[in-house]
């Protein structure tokens, strides 16, 4: 008898563990869900490095001639960064196939990973 009833806490203990798991994960996934960090701004640009026109998808942040991109924002696309300070291509890696251009702020320190596109300067890359 008093095995059955510890095996029935130990149940009840499992179960209530199992469901704030689950109930946890479940809130989790939402507000990932309704906080949607990327935002997408079709813009066209002159880079501050080189001058070059660049003409925006939505996608581009950073010049295909020169490889530095610029601090505006915080997460991809929100433009909400007070920073602005030029962003230093300093090295490149492959992952899963596709080149990808870490950019440093020379003003700020902070560090982003960017993936290439076809029109950047295939040349330049391979020297970072």
């Not at 008898?1 to 499992?14: E, G, N, T």
């Not at 989790?28 to 501050?48: A, G, P």
């Not at 490889?67 to 696309?77: A, C, E, M, R, T």
Request: proline share 2%; aromatic share 10%.
């Amino acid at each position: 008898m008093i095995i059955k009833q510890r095996y029935k806490k130990l149940w009840i203990l499992s179960r209530k563990i199992f469901n704030s798991y689950f109930l946890s994960l479940a809130l989790t996934l939402t507000l990932n869900i309704k906080t949607k960090k990327f935002k997408r701004n079709i813009e066209d640009f002159t880079c501050s490095e080189c001058g070059f026109f660049v003409e925006g998808n939505g996608y581009t942040n950073h010049c295909p001639k020169c490889l530095w991109s610029k601090h505006v924002d915080i997460n991809p696309g929100d433009r909400k960064s007070d920073c602005l300070g030029s962003m230093e291509p300093t090295g490149v890696e492959v992952k899963a196939g596709e080149y990808v251009i870490t950019h440093q702020c020379i003003k700020c320190g902070f560090v982003r990973k960017n993936k290439t596109t076809k029109d950047d300067d295939f040349n330049l890359l391979l020297n970072l």
